[in-house]
């Protein structure tokens, strides 16, 4: 049986072998012979059993996207988004595994089908966790997409060459502004406009905080004539694509996010 770190091939290779395994063994005693000869726990073992099973008709394509096994487990609990998530690999906007969980994760409780009609603070709380739901998952996919759209532009910077700043600029202009958008709808409140009392403004995140640094570079990244006009490339690999991927990471410190992000490279 394949144990540690496995291919995207070996992990459904594992996964069929527990499957004729678990045919042969009753089911009572399945589980434990399955823990016993594996470091790993029951919940994985079936994990990977779902994965081999649900996902079959798309492992040439996982295999090419070489996707992780944590990754194709929340695939295999959402099927749907299959080809949604491999569209993405395949056009080269590599998901972690927690942004693949972000973007299927909306969909892993059912909605009330009336929520405008759901009345109360139940209802009122009930409408505003399926938007935070679907705003998490939309700012998740828009940041992902940003970060291969700029590390796809530095490819030609690994040679020497010249990053065109203008084709980068009409892939990830309006989705910087959009997904600025989103950021300040998820998390920030509003007030009156004390210039006009008929409108609302968004209030911003504190001075000096990391989200007011990525709201602030979103904002960039939404105007090209912004950008610096020399030394693009040091601005997009140390100042861009770290802050980005500390959105969406795992929480840490932005100092270690982006040691991680630079090491990763």
Known sequence: ???GRRTT?????????????AALIPDRMFGKWAVS??????????????????????KTRLVEARMSATAMGHLASSP????????????GRS?????????????????????????GVAGLKANAQAKLKLGISEFTRN??????????????????KRVL????????????RLTRFQLENIALFVELNPNNSAASQVMGFPEGSKWREVTELLW??????????????????????????????????????????????
């Not at 969980?101 to 969909?107: M, P």
Request: charged share 25%; no cysteine; proline share 3%.
């Open 1 to 3: 049986m394949l144990l």
């Open 9 to 21: 091939e070996e992990t459904f290779d594992l996964g069929d072998q527990l499957n004729i395994a």
């Open 37 to 58: 000869v594996s470091r790993y726990s029951r919940q994985h073992l079936f994990s990977l059993m779902k994965i081999a099973t649900v996902l079959k008709a798309h």
């Open 80 to 91: 749907e988004h299959v080809d949604e998530v491999l569209a993405e690999f395949e056009a």
């Open 95 to 119: 998901l972690t595994a927690k942004q693949i969980q972000a973007i299927v994760g909306s969909d892993n409780e059912k909605l009330d089908i009336d929520l405008p009609n759901h009345g």
């Open 143 to 160: 940041i992902s997409s940003i970060i291969a759209d700029v590390d796809a532009a530095l490819v030609p910077a690994l040679n020497g």
């Open 165 to 176: 700043k203008g084709q980068l600029a009409d892939k990830i202009e309006r989705r910087a």
């Open 220 to 265: 960039v990244l939404g105007g090209r004539d912004s950008w610096p006009r020399e030394d693009l490339v040091p601005w997009l690999y140390a100042g861009v694509l770290p802050l980005l991927a500390w959105s969406v990471g795992d929480g840490k410190d932005f100092s270690t996010a982006q040691e991680s992000e630079i090491g990763n490279r």
